[in-house]
């Protein structure tokens, strides 16, 4: 199961960290990524962590604003943040936690089995 927490409506310029809590695997090797979709849009990867060594990327439109974390350092912990700076009104979008088996961090949504619901996060003054 994979569930996502912490959207909200926030002013441009704000903060905000994204939880998602993975549970029901058994998974030693693994990538949890951060994507988005916005109305009419094609949904977007932002970022992955794996665990181990805890690898990151980020996509280019995040990189310098979203910094990707995760509780504990052992696989078991499977509770990946995002914290999202500096925000736009085009951050606006459902966030959206999904996980991969494997530890080769990549943004390829092909690669993501399992999902959550997403959270909103609304960008508006």
């Known amino acids: 199961q994979v569930v996502e927490s912490g959207g909200a409506l926030v002013q441009p310029g704000g903060s905000l960290m994204l939880s998602c809590t993975v549970s029901?695997?058994?998974?030693?090797?693994?990538?949890i990524g951060w994507f988005r979709q916005a109305p009419g849009k094609e949904r977007e990867a932002l970022s992955c962590?794996?665990?181990?060594?805890?690898?990151?990327?980020?996509?280019d439109s995040v990189k310098e604003r979203f910094t990707i974390s995760r509780d504990g350092s052992n696989s078991a912990d499977k509770t990946v943040y995002l914290q999202m700076n500096s925000l736009k009104p085009e951050d606006s979008a459902v966030y959206l936690c999904?996980?991969?088996?494997?530890?080769?961090?990549?943004?390829?949504?092909?690669?993501?089995?399992?999902w959550g619901q997403g959270t909103q996060v609304t960008v508006s003054s």
């Open positions: 999904a996980v991969a088996i494997g530890s080769d961090a990549t943004l390829d949504e092909r690669q993501f089995l399992s």
């Open positions: 029901g695997f058994t998974l030693d090797y693994w990538t």
């Open positions: 962590i794996t665990s181990i060594d805890d690898d990151t990327l980020y996509a």
